[in-house]
């Protein structure tokens, strides 16, 4: 067994609140989830363990006193507990299939099996037309292909506010995902108020300027993902938005 140092579960923590937090669906719940598993670790020595990672060992301590809560159930997804948990250590967390079994106490095999199962649900489940307001093409390009490989569809790529408008009026998108600075195009907040004036989607604001969001206007987005973003972070902001499951903290 490796006894882990103090100092890299303090590391560990910011990890673990986000992922206690999105498992629980709530701050105070997520937070409280990770305080009990760290005054555990330290007092009863559960650091010394086989897995000899902080973070994995913070991740299977709040998994295993989620599951001790009761709290845990299926979703109208038709996603199982377990499912949900290694969707989040694996796509959120970034936790390899193979680490996120022994978190779990679940076999890889298996793990990896949730896995596939989970993400043909999601995409059979989740996907809905998408409009994307982006003056710059690569990032707008981009940003195409990887609401497409989450199996959206995408209804129109608007550079303006006039666009935008335009297009969200003829095809109704499901969800919006806007720039704020659209150069000569305008404002990607205009856009979205005009367009959620007369009919609501989820909005996720990619932007270099999130501070501009923090003006206690009407909008609220779904998520507000900083560039440069991580695709992944991208991809589960997507789903969740969409659902209208658990939102994880602004990114």
Do not use: W
Request: hydrophobic share 45%; aromatic share 4%; with cysteine.
């Amino acid at each position: 067994m490796t006894a882990l140092r103090r100092d890299d579960l303090i590391r560990a923590l910011p990890y673990a609140r986000r992922y206690a937090r999105a498992l629980t669906g709530s701050q105070p719940a997520g937070d409280a989830l990770v305080a009990e598993t760290l005054r555990q670790v330290l007092q009863d020595g559960e650091a010394a363990s086989e897995i000899a990672d902080a973070r994995q060992v913070l991740y299977q301590g709040v998994t295993r006193r989620f599951d001790e809560s009761g709290r845990g159930a299926g979703g109208e997804d038709g996603l199982s507990t377990r499912q949900r948990q290694l969707l989040l250590l694996t796509s959120l967390e970034d936790v390899s299939t193979d680490h996120a079994a022994p978190i779990l106490g679940i076999e890889p095999e298996e793990a990896a099996r949730l896995v596939a199962e989970a993400r043909d649900r999601l995409r059979a489940s989740a996907a809905t037309d998408v409009l994307i307001i982006e003056d710059e093409p690569i990032i707008a390009m981009d940003l195409e292909e990887l609401v497409q490989s989450c199996g959206h569809t995408v209804v129109g790529v608007a550079a303006s506010e006039k666009e935008a408008v335009a297009i969200a009026k003829r095809t109704r998108p499901g969800l919006i995902l806007a720039d704020i600075n659209l150069g000569l195009g305008g404002d990607g907040t205009n856009a979205v108020s005009a367009i959620l004036a007369s009919h609501y989607a989820p909005v996720i604001f990619v932007t270099a300027y999130p501070e501009r969001l923090l003006t206690g206007d009407a909008i609220e987005p779904a998520f507000v993902i900083t560039k440069p973003f991580e695709p992944l972070t991208l991809a589960i902001a997507t789903y969740q938005a969409v659902t209208g499951g658990v939102q994880l903290d602004r990114v």
